[in-house]
């Protein structure tokens, strides 16, 4: 069974820096292409960053790195210079069968998610 967990999210001021986790269970990681997402209230789940199987990524530009540790099954999101308008709740999210070279930044293109964890700037 696929799952996706999510953590590190919480309060945190305007301009550090957090790293997000997404632990995986039922599968290996750099067998599907994964995905981190966000979703503030009252707005659409968008893309900010994403992995293929052979590891090459894709991000929002900017203040996102991807990262992905096999050996931990882990796929990590590193959020830069945190502004207030970056609260959201942040989901990863995987994909069967996607392409080696680019990966999707689209929502409905996912086949499974996690519960998310929610990051909240403020001072």
């Known amino acids: 069974q696929v799952q996706l967990v999510e953590s590190g999210g919480g309060l945190v001021q305007p301009g550090s820096s957090l790293r997000l986790s997404c632990a995986a269970s039922g599968f290996t990681l750099d067998s599907y292409e994964i995905g981190w997402f966000r979703q503030a209230p009252g707005k659409e789940r968008e893309g900010v960053s994403c992995?293929?199987?052979?590891g090459r990524s894709d991000s929002v530009p900017g203040r996102f790195t991807i990262s992905r540790d096999n050996a931990k099954n882990t796929v990590y999101l590193q959020i830069n210079r945190l502004k207030p308008e970056d609260t959201a709740v942040y989901y990863c999210?995987?994909?069967?069968?996607?392409?080696?070279?680019?990966?999707?930044?689209?929502?409905?293109?996912?086949?499974?998610w996690g519960k998310g964890t929610l990051v909240t700037v403020s001072s």
């Open positions: 999210a995987a994909k069967a069968r996607g392409s080696l070279f680019r990966c999707s930044l689209v929502p409905s293109d996912m086949d499974y």
């Open positions: 992995i293929t199987r052979l």
